[in-house]
């Protein structure tokens, strides 16, 4: 299965289709600094969405006509089909998107943790924030994820492309976002570089 042939959605397309439901999502990854930040910085090779698992089996019905599949083991590259009535509990996180079985990839659905009305991190249960702070909502209507919680989640690799969106939206974060992303590394990567980068004078 080719895993890098990928033709994207628009952003535009992914609200079309995902506002069909009655469930919370979120852009993610590399397309949701760009949005914090109102312009591009940098290309990206995919595009991922952020859902919560409790909700999947209601992406399930707006995707029923769709190609999913799952990646299992998660991070190893390996996928396979998203069997009906299957509900994907941890660890599994990653469900990639494409319209049938020939056509290439159009977007990943990422899945995340919730309790009530509070979202917790699948990767550490003690990083928290109220579901209505988990993103922000562009003027156009497309939601993405906060920038500090994206930054969270790049945290753990600490890549070139995620030192490239760190520098690019860090005059952005206000100080309520910079305590709550100094307070998750805290706990998960406490002498992560970013750390004290986040102490420095912001606009």
């Known amino acids: 299965m080719n895993v890098r042939r990928w033709k994207k959605l628009s952003l535009s397309e992914v609200a079309k289709l995902l506002g069909k439901g009655d469930f919370p999502w979120w852009v993610a990854g590399g397309y949701a600094i760009e949005l914090a930040v109102g312009q591009e910085v940098r290309s990206h090779g995919d595009l991922d969405i952020l859902i919560l698992r409790r909700d999947q089996n209601l992406v399930r019905e707006i995707l029923s006509g769709w190609d999913l599949h799952v990646a299992d083991p998660p991070g190893t590259g390996e996928l396979r089909p998203w069997s009906r009535g299957e509900f994907l509990g941890l660890p599994l996180n990653g469900l990639w998107c494409r319209r049938s079985p020939s056509a290439p990839w159009s977007f990943e659905l990422m899945l995340d943790e919730a309790e009530g009305d509070v979202w917790f991190s ?54 309520q976002q910079r305590a709550w992303l100094r307070g998750a590394l805290d706990l998960s990567y406490p002498v992560h570089p970013w750390r004290d980068r986040l102490e420095e004078r912001h606009a």
């Not at 500090?148 to 753990?156: C, D, N, S, T």
């Not at 600490?158 to 520098?167: A, P, Q, T, V």
């Open 122 to 175: 699948r990767r550490d249960s003690r990083v928290r924030c109220p579901i209505d702070r988990v993103g922000c909502v562009t003027s156009d209507g497309i939601p993405y994820l906060a920038p500090e919680v994206q930054l969270f989640y790049k945290a753990k690799a600490h890549r070139e492309k995620d030192e490239i969106d760190f520098n690019a939206v860090l005059p952005f974060l206000d100080g």
